[in-house]
């Protein structure tokens, strides 16, 4: 019989050929999915928009887009190991799902407005110490979360208020809150139009010494 020395440690020459296919990035989905939905309910706070019936493509990006397409590329970053990712992307979807649940419910609910303050302040709070995090990141997505704090916070103030709706600050916190929905759409498009062209068309700015690798912005 005569011995094959062509591969003298075939295992081991097969592994090494192995390689991990590459993943996309799944933080442009999340930023898109988070951009519009936020967007949309922001132009309704400001009361810029009147329609009685406004809410319900809110409510289906909410349950859907900003929902759930955002918490499955939360799902996606704990898989590529980004932990600021995972937990912004996850959490966000969260909120519009909770968000689409609580609006279809609060009406037989009776005054709930407090406890909905409450509820936006908890986030507030949430989306602060993300700021945090996020100065690791890029200027684009640092952006996103400080706006974004001083959104949540501004319609908190709204919600604790008493009055007919929208109240002053839910409406200054409905400005604050396109802002953020602008400055996330862009975070989005210059992930991706800058990965489809393998170089730097729109620029998000490093805003630290060491970026949180999967979140690109």
């Known amino acids: 019989m005569t011995e094959d020395k062509s591969s003298p ?7 090494a050929d192995v390689r991990p296919a590459p993943q996309a990035d799944p933080a442009p989905l999340g930023l898109a999915g988070f951009a519009l939905t936020t967007l949309l309910l922001s132009i309704i706070n400001t009361n810029l928009l009147k329609e009685t019936g406004a809410i319900v493509p809110v ?14 590329a939360g ?8 932990t600021f990712g995972a937990t912004a992307f996850a959490s966000y979807g969260a909120f519009w799902m909770s968000y689409w649940w609580i609006v279809t419910h609060v009406a037989m609910a009776g005054d709930v407005h407090n406890a909905i303050g409450l509820y936006l302040l908890g986030w507030g709070i949430f989306t602060a110490y993300m700021a945090v ?63 489809s062209h393998a170089r730097t068309v729109l620029p998000t700015g490093p805003c630290g010494p060491k970026q949180t690798p999967a979140v690109r912005g």
């Open 9 to 15: 440690v075939p295992g081991e020459a097969r592994a």
């Open 59 to 72: 409510l289906g990006l909410a349950a859907f887009y900003g929902g759930i397409a955002q918490f499955v």
């Open 75 to 82: 799902l996606f970053e704990f898989r590529r190991g980004n």
């Open 133 to 195: 995090a996020a100065l690791r990141t890029t200027l684009a997505v640092l952006g996103v979360f400080v706006l974004l704090t001083i959104t949540y916070i501004l319609l908190a103030i709204g919600e604790f208020q008493t009055g007919a709706p929208p109240h002053v600050w839910t409406q200054v916190g409905g400005w604050f809150g396109i802002a953020t929905g602008l400055v996330a759409w862009y975070a989005s498009a210059a992930a991706v139009i800058n990965d």
